[in-house]
């Protein structure tokens, strides 16, 4: 499976700023995606990059909150704008990988801890 | 109502006990069915998918799935303390590549 890394692997940020995460993938993938995985709470996804298009946000989370970069089959960046406490997760990125629909499957990277202030 | 519900435990077991891990979901549409561990700190683990119902097994896991009655369980054979992690379910559609996870289930297997 792809190796996948994130920087940075954790962050206090202070309310009101805004920090850049980024996921770096070993092999290129065209599908990466950005969860968010809050205290005691399940898997959530964000949004799906693809590269060379604009990122897919699922219902509740937006772009100017949360806009993402994709610029290559390997890179993507999420951006948590104008933070809050509220935002205090962590923060996974993750690629589908497989020879086919019944083959394709998610990898997760080590996530980012974010706490807010 | 949750998509996936899972209890999330503790679940606190001997080594060498046989675990059960349960979850149930809602949407009928989910066709691929999958079982994440993470340790503490760590991003979630691929262990086992499966497509449609039925079982599968690889070493000491087994996955099966029941759609009759929206019910997916992971069992682990003679369980080791390094199995002690948050095991996550999750399900997807045919044609979409959400994955819908439940909250997961902490899982001790104590030596």
């Known amino acids: 499976s792809a190796v996948i890394s994130q920087k940075p692997s954790r962050d206090i940020c202070q309310r009101g700023t805004s920090l850049t995460i980024q996921c770096q993938v070993d092999s290129q993938v065209t599908m990466m995606f950005w969860y968010r995985q809050q205290p005691g709470q399940s898997l959530t996804l964000i949004a799906t990059?693809?590269?060379?298009?604009?990122?897919?946000?699922e219902s509740g989370f937006v772009i100017d909150k949360f806009p993402i970069s994709r610029p290559n089959l390997t890179f993507s960046t999420l951006t948590v704008s104008n933070m809050s406490p509220e935002d205090s997760s962590i923060y996974l990125c993750?690629?589908?990988?497989?020879?086919?629909?019944?083959?394709?499957?998610?990898?997760f990277g080590p996530g980012t801890r974010l706490t807010v202030l | 109502q949750k998509e996936v519900e899972q209890d999330p435990g503790p679940l606190s077991v001997p080594e060498g006990a046989i675990v059960s891990l349960n979850c149930t979901y809602s949407?009928?549409?989910?066709?691929?069915f999958m079982w994440y561990r993470q340790y503490s700190r760590k991003g979630p683990e691929l262990l086992m998918y499966?497509?449609?119902?039925g079982n599968k097994e690889d070493g000491r896991f087994t996955a099966q799935v029941d759609k009759s009655s929206k019910y997916i369980s992971l069992f682990i054979r003679d369980s080791q303390p390094s199995d002690s992690a948050t095991y996550l379910c999750a399900g997807s559609m045919d044609s979409s590549y959400k994955l819908i996870f439940g909250s997961g289930t902490r899982l001790l297997v104590r030596p």
């Open positions: 949407n009928s549409a989910f066709q691929y």
């Open positions: 990059a693809n590269q060379g298009s604009e990122a897919t946000y």
């Open positions: 499966t497509y449609s119902s």
């Open positions: 993750s690629v589908e990988e497989g020879a086919g629909i019944v083959d394709d499957t998610q990898y």
